[in-house]
């Protein structure tokens, strides 16, 4: 093993979770797998070629070179959103290689429609509209002109689907707001559709609307966190299970990040570990060297708080993470040796390290921390 650690995605976690979206959505319904950001750290090349082996599709991305990146991997094509940024150059390669893309300002429409015509291709474009976000896409503003613009492009133009974005569906403080865009999106994609425009798809669906607003999911939805086993808030969570008898979590996490040990220690009661004094040992000790540290993504805000997994047991992080290595106390797991396994998120035995609690010691989001994650850790996938 050439790296001091890795990461394990499991293909039965992610078919299974991929089954929990299909139902939740039912047939009929297109589930676009969102890969932004390495996959939500996973991996893009590694997952994608994994889930499209599980049936998936068509994936969503938020740039160019992640688009490329999906391409370069994927053993059969597969439909390509790109929901972000796109720079002019690659606008051509992406109508060139028929991936499709979010338009959410006119001059990205006229410059599409002229290098379709230039290709004797048809841009395939999603019209973003504006609810309510204020991020990206057409309000009731700007809807006209980019009806006007859509009329004059026809010929090279084709409108794959018209779709928003929610501004915080995973959390109730939002409801009003998500309700007022749900409205704003009826009343502007009727707009288009009564000037004569027919988008195949309408789409708004991200994990947290499509579970507690069912009624977003119209033609597709846009997940990323769900099929990596993790939800997006505890009030999606909970409302999950206020519809239903089951009250057990049927996501799986597909992610096991694995070191080992790379050296043992015994240190006497009363010695400071590490650098600085954050830590004085309260009585003689037995300390596990593991090489990963906040060069790698293991916040240094978990130093003295994170836990990890070896021999099936809990072992403390003991003084401050470093770049490359952190000390835990292993003074209390019999038998544990030099190259003994550490799992430092994901399961080993009966116990596991799940980024929810990881993520709260440090801080961070689910999503911050998985995205977080180098991508030059080496991605295994295991079934
Ligand atoms: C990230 C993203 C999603 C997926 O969000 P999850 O909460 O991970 O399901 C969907 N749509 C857009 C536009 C996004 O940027």
Known sequence: MFHSSYIEISRSALQNNINVIKQEIGPGVQFSSVIKGNAYGHGIEQFATLAQECGVDHFSVFS?????????????????????????????????????????????????????????KKAKIHLELETGMNRTGFDSATIAHAIRVLDDTKEHVSLKAVCTHFAGAESFQNHERIQIQQQQFRKLSELLINSGHSPEKLHSACSAAMVSYPETHMDMV??????????????????????????????????NWKSRIMSIKHIQKG?????????????????????????????RTLSNQGQVLIRGVRAAVVGIVNMNVMMVDVTDIPGVQKDDEAV????????????????????????????????????????
Request: avoid cysteine; glycine fraction near 8%; hydrophobic fraction near 40%.
């Open 64 to 120: 160019a070179d992640e688009a490329l990146r999906l391409q370069q991997s994927l053993p059969k094509p597969a439909t390509t959103l790109i929901m972000g940024y796109i720079d002019d150059p690659e606008l051509e390669w992406a109508i060139r290689h028929d991936i499709e893309f979010f338009v959410f300002e006119p001059d990205r429409l006229v410059q599409a429609a002229s290098i379709a015509k230039k290709l004797g």
């Open 222 to 255: 846009r997940i990323g966190i769900m099929q990596y086993g993790f939800w997006p808030s505890p009030e999606t969570y909970s409302h999950f299970f206020s519809q239903r008898t089951i009250k057990k979590d049927p996501l799986r996490r597909l992610i």
């Open 344 to 383: 430092l998120l994901g399961t080993q035995g009966n116990e596991s390290i799940t980024v929810a609690s990881f993520a709260e010691l440090s801080t961070q989001l689910n999503y911050e921390l998985l995205t977080r994650l180098p991508s030059n850790i080496p991605r295994l996938v295991i079934d």
């Open 271 to 299: 010695e400071y570990v590490g650098y600085g004094s954050s830590y004085q040992t309260p009585r003689n000790m037995t300390l596990g060297i593991i090489p990963v540290g906040y060069g790698w993504g293991y916040s």
